[in-house]
């Protein structure tokens, strides 16, 4: 059994992996993970100093040559043997999901199914890497061009997505003949060292993805590390905004996606009972801990108190409990401190002039365990904390609008542009609203648009800094630079000097 499966150990010691093998830590710095059902610490995770992070570098740097120099053809056969591998592994990727980030079982199921799509899009990459070509754009002259590596890149990663996360950026960056340096969450570290030691038994050579662990030092370190290329990163807007600047300052190519505000708008003529589905759904999954969540729903004209009604009446119908357990549909929140922090909106809101109409402190599972049931707050507005701020957690807010104009201007005014949603049966306002939304992923009568693996993802506004969405083809532009070739092969007896500026015609 690989060390990141066994389980034996009560506290187990969680390494860096450079080189192709665990490496451990030097640092005396550590982090505590936890089981989040059981609220106890199950690891121990090592946090890099600068000049273990300056190690994995040079040792991605060192495997760089190689690999850019591996054929397509390797490449492809290598990406259908990871396809293999990590299908045939999801559920033990799965279940160290469920033991460090809390979710579900079957959720953390349909986390690596939807990372694996963006695998299996990259098994198509001597496709995706084809260039052009123009003959005879002068006498005798052609152009064509190339996509080519960037060099070591880097990627940084969330809590709540601790595989498909990762693989939204390793996949295309590995696939485009790059080497890679994840820095995992420090909350749930483990999945990244499984998919290390599935990697290298697909054979992927030493040093071509490697993993170190730790917090603003590792980030920082890669950041300033003159020999990394780019930078991809998911977090929080405030980290986004703080790595998009400081990568760029230093040169380096970056995207960096960032929070969200998900606003479901549902109009006067939708049904009710799918609105009402789909908002339990999507503000409760993964209890709320995903950047397309919906937090909001909008409610316009007169459809509010029975929207309201409905949800409320789903909502004792959704069992929390322990990820582990088949019936549970809603896991705890990632750490205590998160799972408090969510709770004092729930606190807060009566104060702030909103209504509570479900407080998920009441009915919580008791025990150690990290959790908070699904809590729905009414009558929300800008200005109050339960609008203004990404709670991160299982509090759904309504907020209620005359008009599909006033929803409208509430998204477009919102920092935030992730995902939207509108629930309608009405098709031209469904098509006027994919036009006069600003937010980068729309989904009509779908609640969490999370576009599939051959789109590209990201939101708008804060929800992304850089000029590239992540995974898709943008993902495949992000991580390769383009060169372009004018060729000719002419007699040598006809050359002559010529002083002008190179003409075609
Ligand atoms: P986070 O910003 O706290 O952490 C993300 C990464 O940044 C982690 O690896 C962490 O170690 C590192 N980090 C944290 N503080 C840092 C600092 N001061 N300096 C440098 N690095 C630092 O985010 P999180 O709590 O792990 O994840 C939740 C957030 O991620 C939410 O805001 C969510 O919306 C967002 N998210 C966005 C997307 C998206 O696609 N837009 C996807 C998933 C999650």
């Not at 992927?204 to 170190?212: L, S, T």
């Not at 006033?406 to 098509?431: H, M």
Request: aromatic share 8%; hydrophobic share 40%.
């Amino acid at each position: 059994m690989s060390a990141t499966l066994d389980t034996n150990t009560a506290v187990k010691p969680i390494h860096h992996w450079i080189g192709g093998e665990i490496y451990q830590g030097q640092s005396g710095r550590s982090g505590a993970v936890y089981n989040p059902a059981t609220g106890q610490q199950t690891g121990e995770v090592a946090f890099a100093t600068i000049e273990e992070i300056d190690h994995a570098v040079q040792t991605a740097k060192a495997a760089s040559a190689a690999w850019r120099a591996t054929s397509l053809g390797r490449r492809a056969e290598l990406f259908f043997k990871i396809r293999e591998l990590f299908h045939a592994h999801r559920e033990d990727i799965a279940k160290l999901l469920t033991a460090e980030h809390g979710k579900v079982l079957s959720d953390a199921m349909g986390e690596v199914t939807r990372g694996l799509e963006v695998i299996e899009f990259c098994c198509g990459l001597p496709t995706l890497l084809k260039g052009s070509m123009s003959e005879q754009v002068s006498n005798g002259v052609d152009v064509y061009s190339l996509r080519q590596p960037l060099g070591v890149v880097a990627g940084i990663t969330p809590f709540n997505f601790p595989a498909m996360v990762p693989m939204w950026m390793w996949a295309p960056a590995l696939a485009t003949g790059n080497t890679f340096v994840l820095k995992p969450s420090e909350k749930d570290p483990s999945a990244s060292l499984l998919t290390a030691e599935l990697l290298k038994e697909a054979g992927v050579p030493d040093g071509v993805f490697n993993v170190i662990h730790g917090d603003k030092v590792a980030v920082d370190a890669l950041l300033e590390h003159p020999d990394i290329a780019a930078v991809s990163f998911v977090g929080s807007t405030p980290i986004a905004k703080y790595v998009y600047e400081t990568a760029t300052s230093r040169g380096k190519r970056c995207q960096a996606l960032g929070g969200a505000k998900n606003h479901m708008i549902v109009l006067p003529d939708a049904d009710i009972d799918m609105a009402a589905d789909a908002a339990i759904s999507a503000a409760y999954g993964s209890a709320g801990e995903r950047c397309m969540a919906i937090s909001m729903v909008v409610a316009v004209g007169g459809v509010a108190d029975e929207l309201v009604t409905a949800i409320k009446s789903r909502i004792p119908g959704v069992k929390v409990g322990n990820g582990m357990d088949p019936t549970s549909e809603m896991g705890p929140l990632v750490t205590r401190e998160h799972r408090d922090k969510v709770a004092s909106y729930v606190e807060r809101a009566g104060g702030e002039g909103a209504t509570v109409v479900v407080d998920g402190r009441e009915s919580a599972p008791a025990g150690d365990g990290f959790f908070l049931a699904p809590s729905l707050i009414d009558h929300v507005k800008p200005g109050m904390a339960n609008y203004d701020d990404e709670i991160f957690g299982p509090v759904l807010g309504v907020t209620r609008v005359d008009t599909y104009e006033q929803a409208v201007g509430l998204v477009n005014s919102n920092p935030f542009g992730n995902g939207v949603a509108i629930f309608t049966r009405d098709g031209g306002a469904a098509r006027q609203f994919q036009f006069d939304i600003l937010a980068g992923m729309v989904g009509i009568n779908v609640p969490i648009p999370v576009p599939v693996a051959y789109y590209s993802f990201g939101g708008w506004k804060a929800s992304l800094f850089g000029d590239r969405h992540i995974y898709g083809p943008e993902g495949i532009d992000f991580y390769t630079r383009s060169k372009v070739v004018t060729s000719r092969w002419p007699d040598p007896a006809t050359s002559k000097i010529d002083l002008g500026f190179p003409q075609t015609r």
